[in-house]
């Protein structure tokens, strides 16, 4: 490789020049809380977007306006955008996390499933994370991870049967609801085992830029237009997008900044809970008393994975994040 394009791509995956240490929010304490109630209102309201819209079209509008919000930021800001070292990561990254996780949750949600279904497998994410951190180190997971992901699916399980979620397309939905949790696990895992460099707006900017260059022409090709200027549908997509994907993120940009992220993952067994709770609140979907034995079955899945590994001298999966 010649040199002047290895000292490009050095320089590619330099932090920002400000060397200067960050004094952390007062409210960083905080934080975790908020982005668990975020992403957990994001079922329910994305349950209620369906009802104006179809999934695709969905995505597409997630993604068009959060590119023009952080493009107007990035503008603003004046902040640098990163090279094609780094936006090779980033398009991986965006395919996972942000096409492959959401586009499965919306369509998982418009086959039928429920928000709690979905937000259910949305808190085996620290165990999924784990093990495909495992996978790409190449290394067998410890017992722990595998105990939790079996007490998180037998919970998913019995929600599904408790909700008579177990035929035709709403099992689809739910299968789908497992896959986008599994893509954003990936993603996540990638992210972390490459660390792109550069400012993380620049990087963001350009995940949703692919995303709504990938989500536009497919929605218009599999599922034309098709939106229902309902109020509704203005102020659901509105949170989606301000609540949830711009605040959000920001919310967990500043923990990774801050070295908290683990604070994140300590409380995510509380969003299948929350997740039910909200979609009741918007959509009227009730989760049946049967049905909260399995949430929480899956939120002592993800407590083992956490905080299993100290009783058997075990590195936890909040240690390692």
Not at 171 to 197: D, N, Q, W
């Amino acid at each position: 490789m010649p040199k002047i394009q290895q000292v490009a791509q050095t320089k590619d995956r330099a932090l920002p020049s400000n060397s200067e240490p960050e004094q952390a929010p007062s409210w960083l304490p905080f934080a975790p809380w908020a982005f668990v109630l975020l992403w957990s209102a994001g079922y329910g309201v994305a349950k209620l977007s369906l009802e104006y819209t179809t999934p695709l079209n969905l995505l597409a509008l997630r993604f068009v306006f959060t590119a023009l919000i952080l493009g107007m930021a990035v503008l603003l800001m004046r902040v640098r955008l990163p090279g094609w070292g780094i936006i090779k990561i980033n398009i991986i990254v965006a395919t996972f996390i942000h096409v492959l996780h959401f586009g499965m949750v919306y369509g998982g949600l418009a086959l039928g499933a429920s928000a709690g279904v979905i937000a259910l497998f949305a808190a085996s994410q620290p165990i999924l994370v784990e093990l495909a951190a495992s996978l790409f180190r190449r290394k067998a997971p410890h017992l722990m991870l595998m105990l939790g992901l079996g007490l998180g699916m037998a919970g998913a399980v019995w929600v599904i049967v408790a909700r008579n979620e177990f035929e035709g397309q709403a099992l689809l939905g739910a299968v789908m609801g497992f896959g986008a949790v599994v893509g954003l696990s990936i993603g996540t895992a990638y992210e972390r085992r490459h660390k792109p460099g550069g400012h993380p707006l620049g990087n963001y900017l350009v995940q949703y830029l692919y995303a709504a260059a990938v989500s536009v022409p497919l929605a218009l090709i599999i599922e034309g237009v098709q939106i229902d200027p309902d109020p509704n549908l203005i102020l659901a997509v509105g949170y989606l997008v301000v609540g949830n994907a711009i605040t959000g993120v920001f919310l967990l940009l500043t923990m990774v900044r801050h070295g908290a992220l683990s604070r994140v993952t300590s409380v995510m067994f509380l969003v299948p809970g929350l997740g039910a709770l909200i979609a009741w609140l918007v959509v009227g979907e009730a989760m049946p008393p049967a049905a909260w034995p399995g949430i929480a079955l899956a939120a002592a899945g993800v407590l083992l994975v956490l905080y299993g590994g100290r009783l058997t001298g075990q590195r936890s999966a909040k240690s390692s994040i």
